[in-house]
């Protein structure tokens, strides 16, 4: 049966069917065939895989992100970006990394990152002489920061299945992230060395002034975000909340490039992106219920037990595991199908859950500019770039992200320093 179940969901995806449904359909074919619960049960299960507190952070969030995206923020953090590194050789690309580190801090979203950061960058690197497939690369591998810096909805939904701290987590991410960009940050200067691309201007103590003070009030918002989470003022549900009045307020009386039209445009588009997220968070629920009733989930506990309890060789595996489902599926789907396996995989080894938390989010990240279906690659086409120029281009960031993903892995250091000097006991609530 799980054969057959695994053949189903497979054939639905190759077809190209939504990933919701490849989820769902099976789920009610094989109840109805198998079983006799009323399939109509999945309706139910679908509701409740989304009646989840914290999971109300995700629409604010994503809110929040569009309208300093919408409201002139991404352009004032690339002028930022260009001040502090665009004078070191590879500045431009460097500058692209850290514009994506800056609005990843801000909206928490992969795929909007990518488009606010490379509509700006994306021509400017072809001016100055970068090859289009690395500039590609470079900025869908930087753009899956979202998911690794906080505030990150997949450290979110990871919190609202597990019960870990989310606010553990995200300073977990802060680290994590830090490393993750910095690889990039290299890659980009050795390019330029090898090609001998013109570095930028030189440094001006007064310009980069000037565009701390431009993007001070978006910049703000981490500080926010995270400073009333751990001093106890608001939980992160109540912080994204807190987020979206505060970049209201910044883009339409700040910054007054955001008027009234451009508010219901930017509510429609965040909808929409909120849908997309919640109804695939709502299938992957009502997907890993039916493993576990069906008895599947204790099959696969069988044969991952096997494996033993040396955390060096568990977190090998959940690596290997995560990144070949990545190619395939999104990371909420992944969340909620893979982790209620991994976690106790993990945890029976001693891994810290929090640490689980930042290495499954860096194999997302990494999965969403992955061939055949990491998001990434389809969201270049809205910069004008084909899907083969896509996959081309993201080879090499790739093998690089990796380098990063055994770094996080192997020295746990790097993301739990920093919430082990805030929480006494982390990886609670």
């Known amino acids: 049966m799980s054969i057959g179940f695994a053949a189903a969901i497979s054939g639905l ?50 809110l929040a992100g569009n309208l300093m995206a919408s409201g002139g923020l991404s352009r004032r953090l690339t002028d930022l970006a260009v001040s502090l590194v665009g004078a070191l ?9 850290a514009s994506s580190m800056f609005f990843s801090a801000i909206s928490g979203s992969s795929p909007a990152t990518v488009v606010a950061v490379g509509k700006i960058m994306l021509p400017a ?19 899956s920061l979202g998911i690794v810096i906080p505030p990150s909805i997949f450290m979110i939904v990871y919190g609202a299945v597990t019960g870990v701290s989310i606010g553990a987590l995200f300073l977990a991410g802060l680290g994590a992230g830090l490393i993750y960009g910095a690889v990039f940050m290299v890659m980009s200067m050795l390019y330029a060395w090898r090609d001998g691309l013109a570095r930028g201007a030189s440094w001006s103590g007064r310009e980069i002034l000037r565009n701390l003070k431009a993007s001070a009030w978006g910049l703000a918002i981490p500080f926010i975000v995270l400073g009333g989470i751990y001093g106890g003022v608001f939980t992160p549900t109540e912080a994204a909340a ?40 709502a299938a992957a629920s009502a997907f890993a219920w039916y493993l576990t009733t069906s008895g599947f989930a204790v099959t ?64 997302a990240a990494i999965g ?32 690089v992200a990796l380098v990063a993903l055994a770094v996080i892995t192997y020295v746990p250091e790097v993301s739990l320093w920093l919430p082990t000097q805030v929480y006494q006991g982390i990886g609670g609530n």
């Open 13 to 62: 995806l190759a077809l190209s069917v939504p990933i919701f449904v490849a989820l769902c359909l099976p789920v009610i074919a094989f109840l109805a065939m198998t079983t006799a619960t009323p399939p109509e049960l999945v309706i139910q299960r679908l509701f409740s895989g989304v009646d989840k507190f914290p999971l109300m952070a995700i629409p604010f969030f994503i």
């Open 89 to 97: 050789p590879g500045g431009l690309a460097m500058t692209s990394v």
């Open 125 to 143: 690197m072809s001016e100055a002489g970068y090859r289009k497939p690395f500039s590609i690369g470079l900025l869908m591998g930087a753009g």
């Open 242 to 281: 807190v987020t979206v009045a505060y970049a209201a307020f910044v883009t339409m009386a700040v910054y007054r490039e955001l008027d009234l039209k451009g508010l219901v445009a930017v509510l429609l588009e965040s909808a929409v992106t909120t849908a997309q997220v919640m109804i695939v968070v």
């Open 300 to 363: 696969v506990q069988a044969m991952l037990a096997d494996i033993g309890e040396n955390p060096v060789k568990v977190l090998l595996v959940i690596n290997i595991v995560v990144l070949i489902a990545g190619m395939f599926l999104d990371p909420n789907s992944i969340i909620i199908i893979l982790v209620p396996f991994l976690f106790v995989l993990a945890t029976s080894a001693g891994i810290d859950p929090v640490h689980l938390g930042v290495v499954l989010s860096v194999n």
């Open 368 to 399: 969403m500019f992955t061939p055949p279906f990491g998001l990434n690659l389809f969201v270049a086409s809205t910069l004008g770039i084909t899907y083969r120029q896509a996959v081309i281009g993201s080879a090499p960031f790739i093998l």
